[in-house]
């Protein structure tokens, strides 16, 4: 932004100096009296020296600087190189996923066929079976199912541990 006046750089420049009020022209300080923008350029000079009195800054070191340049530089080329594969992951499951849907609904009137015929044949036989289970080792039938569910979850239980070793 242009300053309005053309005195507002030289003022806020005595004062960052500390030659203000002392040290400057008579004419300045009769200029700063009548100016608004010269007074507010002396205001704001004067409370960012007195910040800059209180405040200890630490500069790091242009090694420690490099490296963290160097880090960032680093992260962004790995962020714009899997940005790509990001997108590209994303359209494939997109697009695996509506195969799946397509698939199912071709499949849908034979699944539901088989679904009925296998429902058929369940019931057909549960009500047979299970009179000769309980006969044969007087089990009730939720023991039976039971024990089956827990085999099965020791079973995939061995098979996750059997795969993650390899």
Known sequence: ???DCRHEFEVAALVRAGRW???CEPELRAHVDGCA???EAVTI???LLEADRGAEVHVPSAAQMWWR???RARLEREQAAARPVVWLQGIAAACGVGVVLTVLGQLAPVLSGA???VAGRVAATVPTALPAMELAGRVPSLLVVAGALVLAGL???AVYFWVADE
Request: with cysteine.
């Open 155 to 157: 079973a995939s239980t």
């Open 1 to 3: 932004m242009v300053p």
């Open 37 to 39: 923008e010269c007074r």
């Open 21 to 23: 009020p002392d040290a």
């Open 69 to 71: 340049l160097a880090v």
């Open 45 to 47: 000079a004067a409370l």
């Open 115 to 117: 679904a009925a015929s």
